[in-house]
Nanobody, 126 residues
Framework: EVQLVESGGGLVQAGGSLRLSCSAS????????IGWFRQAPGKEREGVSAISNSDGSTVYKDSVKGRFTISSDNAKNTVYLQMNSLKAEDTAVYYC???????????????????WGKGTLVTVSS
């Protein structure tokens, strides 16, 4: 059974930091790209960041570059999203997603995603 389990969400003040974790199981971790999408209330879902576990390549949404860092621990089958300098507009439900590694070449898009987690809520108070 494939599972993507997110953790680390919560309430933080603007300017603060959170680290999200995504623990993956049920598929060959090293062959996949793992990423994060988010959906804010009343807004469309959008891609935030992703990392290829095959070659370590990463991609970020422009508005989080320099503030968010994605990393992967292949020994633990876990991907992390370190979020610094959080802003109110980062408030959203964050979903962990997975797709075969070549998916990352074309950027953050929902087409081609195979697996989704249930999400974790991040609330940034201003």
């Amino acid at each position: 059974e494939v599972q993507l389990v997110e953790s680390g969400g919560g309430l933080v003040q603007a300017g603060g930091s959170l680290r999200l974790s995504c623990s993956a199981s049920g598929f060959i971790f090293d062959d996949y790209a793992i990423g994060w999408f988010r959906q804010a209330p009343g807004k469309e879902r959008e891609g935030v960041s992703a990392i290829s576990n095959s070659d370590g390549s990463t991609v970020y949404k422009d508005s989080v570059k320099g503030r968010f860092t994605i990393s992967s621990d292949n020994a633990k089958n876990t991907v992390y999203l370190q979020m610094n300098s959080l802003k109110a507009e980062d408030t959203a439900v964050y979903y962990c997603v997975a797709a075969p590694s070549p998916w990352i070449i074309a950027g953050l898009r929902e087409d081609g995603l195979q697996y989704w987690g249930k999400g974790t809520l991040v609330t940034v108070s201003s």
